[in-house]
């Protein structure tokens, strides 16, 4: 019976010295920036994430916006969710919040990421200036 226990515990061990760990990738900094011209259905974002935004004006105190672009090196689309701190005055200059990516397709499946957002609004360009993380899932 102990050899047998003995030989279980050495296989365990011998596996898991194999094994290799499914960790996601080191995170790295978000520093991006949109701009828009509230007229137009999308804004232009510059920095770690490059491409376009599409709904980044809400009337209420959480939305979605549609991301298409490029993202260390990787080109693909991801749902984000943007969720104001403040509802008196939506889009409002100073206004900030925090962002979330809810979802990604394309070279950006399996992004993960998060931060916070401040706006300036000089109407109709809105300038969004967003700060975070992000890291992509293990394959």
């Known amino acids: ?3 047998l226990a003995i030989r279980g515990m050495v296989l365990l061990v011998v596996a898991l010295a194999f094994a290799v760990p499914a ?10 920036t949109v701009v828009a011209d509230l007229t137009e259905p999308e804004g232009n974002v510059t920095g770690t994430f ?5 709904h980044i ?5 959480a939305d979605r916006a ?6 260390d090196g990787r080109w693909g689309e ?7 701190q403040r509802t008196l005055e939506p889009w409002a200059p100073g206004l900030e919040g925090k962002w979330v990516i809810l979802d990604g397709s394309g070279d950006l499946e399996g992004l993960r ?3 916070t957002f401040v706006v300036d609004l000089d109407f109709p360009i809105l300038t969004m200036t967003l700060v975070g993380q ?3 899932d293990p394959d």
Do not use: D, I
């Open 134 to 136: 992000y890291h992509f």
């Open 113 to 115: 990421g998060q931060g």
């Open 57 to 61: 004006y809400t009337e209420g105190r």
């Open 1 to 3: 019976m102990k050899s």
């Open 50 to 54: 490059e491409g376009t935004l599409e």
């Open 66 to 71: 549609h991301f298409s672009g490029c993202v």
């Open 23 to 32: 960790f996601a990738s080191t995170p790295n900094p978000v520093s991006a």
């Open 78 to 84: 991801l749902e984000m969710l943007l969720v104001l």
